[in-house]
Nanobody
Framework: QPVESGGGLVQPGGSLTLSCVVP????????MAWYRQAPGKQREFVAS???????NYADSVKGRFTISRANGENTVSLQMESLGTEDTAVYYC??????????WGLGTQVTVSS
């Protein structure tokens, strides 16, 4: 199961970096992504990275968030900049691997508030 970390409280305009680690050795993970769920809203896609390093972003975070995966490792990071109150949510890591199928982490809370 993925394990997220790095959430916390940040002021508007601030930055935060989330990390996700998937323990278990060589799992042949082909897809890693971040989703988020704000209070009272559905879970939504934020960003993803494929094993060939192709990345994709939700329009709402383009230019502000950067997803990156450590080469050959089961880790993915989400660097978030220019955070606004609308970015407040629980952020979840999602993975797809040929040996483990799909899996969600338990999430990490990000709160943007002054």
């Amino acid at each position: 199961q993925p394990v997220e970390s790095g959430g916390g409280l940040v002021q508007p305009g601030g930055s935060l970096t989330l990390s996700c680690v998937v323990p278990g050795g060589n799992l042949n993970i082909v897809y890693m992504a971040w989703y988020r769920q704000a209070p009272g809203k559905q879970r939504e896609f934020v960003a993803s990275v494929f094993e060939n390093d192709f990345v994709n972003y939700a329009d709402s975070v383009k230019g502000r968030f950067t997803i990156s995966r450590a080469n050959g490792e089961n880790t993915v990071s989400l660097q978030m900049e220019s955070l606004g109150t609308e970015d407040t949510a629980v952020y979840y890591c999602y993975i797809q691997g040929t040996k483990i199928g799909t899996a969600w982490g338990l999430g990490t809370q990000v709160t943007v508030s002054s």
